[in-house]
C-alpha cells in the first residue's frame, strides 16, 4: 500500500515537491506501468464518445468517466472493482505491486506502481483526463498531498481522500478537500447501533455548525404531524425511512411508530432537541 510520503532526489541530493512545475526525467526514471488492452481500449472509446454534454468538458456527466484511485488495499480494490462494475474506467495506483493482486483476475483496468502524489505517477494513470480521484491509503499526509497533487496541479475538481485522524480530518475538509475519517465514521455507526434513541450524526457541513442527525424519535410523538415537531424543536425533517424506504415528507404526513427520521439540527441546540423530543409533543 502507499504509505508514507516518498520523494525523488535531484543529483544535489534535494528533493522536488510535489505541487512544483514538473521537470523533464529519463526515460529510465519513469515508473514502471502494466495496462490491459481492453480496458486502455475501452477508455480511449469512451474518452471520444460524443455527447450532447461534450461542449461543458470532461466532467459533465458520470456516464463512462475515468477514475483513479490511489492505495491498492481493501478499501482501494474494493472501491476500484465496484467503479468498474458501474462501467467506468479505473486506474489504480500503489507503490507495491504484489497489493494489485487484491482487484483479482477480472479487472481489466490499469494499474500504475508507484508514489500517488508523483506527478509522472498521476500522469501514468491518466488523473489528467479523470472525472475524480480518490485518496485511499494508509497514510494520511500522502492521501491529503495527493488529492492536492490531483485538485491543484492537475484541476480534478472531485477529490476524496481517507484520514484516520478525525481532528485532521474536519481541518481538511474547511480547505475544501472532503475526508472520510475511518475511526470517526466507525465509531459513529456503533453508537447508532447501540444507542436505543437520540442525535446521531449522519453529516455535518464542513463548517461544524449543522448536522444531519438520525433519529429515533420516543413513541410519544406518533399521530403528530411531523410540521408540529420542526415546530417544537426549531428543526427541519429532510426525510423518512419507513419500513425500509426513504420518503421525503409532505405537510400532513403523520409520524408512524417505526419511524426514523432525518433532521437537520444545528450544532448549537443538539442537547436541547434531544431534551425536546424526550418531552413529547405539546399538550393540546
Not at 489504480?92 to 506502481?113: H, M, N, Y
Not at 472532503?178 to 447501540?194: G, H, N
Not at 408512524?256 to 399538550?283: I, R
Amino acid at each position: 500500500m502507499v504509505g508514507a510520503a516518498q520523494h525523488r532526489s535531484r543529483p544535489d541530493g534535494s528533493s522536488p515537491h510535489p505541487l512544483a512545475p514538473p521537470v523533464a526525467r529519463p526515460a529510465h526514471l519513469r515508473v514502471r506501468t502494466r495496462r490491459c488492452a481492453r480496458a486502455v481500449t475501452r477508455a480511449a472509446t469512451r474518452a471520444h464518445r460524443p455527447s450532447g454534454a461534450a461542449a461543458h468538458g470532461r466532467r459533465s456527466s458520470v456516464l463512462g468517466v475515468h477514475f483513479v484511485v490511489m492505495g491498492c488495499g481493501r478499501v482501494g480494490s474494493t472501491l476500484a472493482v465496484a467503479l468498474e462494475r458501474h462501467g467506468h474506467s479505473v486506474a489504480v495506483v500503489d507503490k507495491d505491486g504484489q497489493s494489485f493482486r487484491r482487484l483479482g483476475p477480472g479487472f481489466e483496468g490499469r494499474t500504475v506502481q508507484g508514489v500517488g502524489f508523483d506527478r509522472d505517477v498521476l500522469s501514468e494513470a491518466g488523473v489528467q483526463d479523470a472525472y475524480a480521484f480518490a485518496a485511499v491509503s494508509s497514510g494520511d499526509n500522502s492521501n491529503i498531498l495527493a488529492a492536492r497533487v490531483a485538485r491543484e496541479v492537475f484541476g480534478v475538481e472531485n477529490v476524496a481522500a481517507r484520514i484516520y485522524d478525525s481532528a485532521r480530518a474536519e481541518v481538511y475538509e474547511r480547505l475544501g478537500i472532503p475526508t472520510v475519517a475511518t475511526v470517526k465514521w466507525t465509531a459513529d455507526q456503533m453508537v447508532r447501533r447501540l444507542l436505543p434513541r437520540g442525535v446521531v450524526p449522519d453529516y455535518t457541513d464542513a463548517s461544524g455548525s449543522v448536522h444531519l442527525a438520525e433519529v429515533s424519535v420516543p413513541t410519544s410523538w406518533v399521530g403528530t404531524r411531523l410540521t408540529e415537531l420542526e415546530r417544537v424543536t426549531s428543526t427541519r425533517v429532510a426525510f423518512v425511512t419507513r419500513l425500509g424506504s426513504a420518503r421525503l415528507p409532505r405537510p400532513d404526513t403523520v409520524h408512524q411508530e417505526g419511524d426514523v427520521l432525518h433532521l437537520l439540527v444545528p450544532d448549537a441546540a443538539v442537547t436541547e432537541v434531544e431534551k425536546l423530543l424526550d418531552a413529547g409533543p405539546d399538550p393540546e
